[in-house]
């Protein structure tokens, strides 16, 4: 019987099952791969773990995911923000909250790429107005 395998190779397996379209197979890879990894890694893993889990329907857990991202400060591109608010707005149904993680992620430093600020201020706007609310600075 083969020794255990390290989180490196895991990560490796993972991404090439993800790639095959094996996505309850990569689930199981990543996260074991997160068992273990490298701090290095562990954002990207965590974010492609987060979208098989989304695509296997593990919406929920894909959600926890996301936040934990989140919680860490480790979302300096803004998709685990992107993705949560995605979830809240659609499957949830909590425009709101939506519209709160989308606030946060604009409070990010992410002025390196502003297309991501261009897309986080569209997505505002449009939550503000499905909850009936003026886009910041209107009416002042």
């Known amino acids: 019987r083969p020794g255990p395998v390290h989180p490196l190779d895991q990560l490796g397996a993972a991404r090439f099952l993800e790639m095959r379209g094996l996505h309850r197979e990569a689930e199981v890879a990543y996260a074991r791969a997160l068992a273990g990894l490298p701090g290095e890694y562990r954002v ?16 929920e857990r894909a959600r926890e995911v996301w936040a934990g991202l989140i919680q860490v400060g480790d979302d300096w591109e803004a998709v685990a923000h992107v993705e949560l ?56």
């Not at 990207?44 to 919406?59: D, H, I, Q, S």
């Not at 909590?94 to 430093?109: E, F, G, H, I």
């Open 44 to 59: 990207e893993t965590m974010r492609r773990y987060g979208f098989v889990l989304k695509r296997l329907g593990e919406y």
């Open 85 to 140: 608010a995605k979830d809240l707005e659609h499957r949830r149904r909590d425009p709101s909250a939506a519209a709160q993680v989308v606030r946060q992620a604009l409070s990010l430093d992410n002025q390196r790429m502003p297309a991501v600020g261009e897309a986080l201020r569209y997505r505002l706007a449009r939550l503000e107005r499905k909850l009936g609310e003026a886009p910041d600075g209107a009416g002042s």
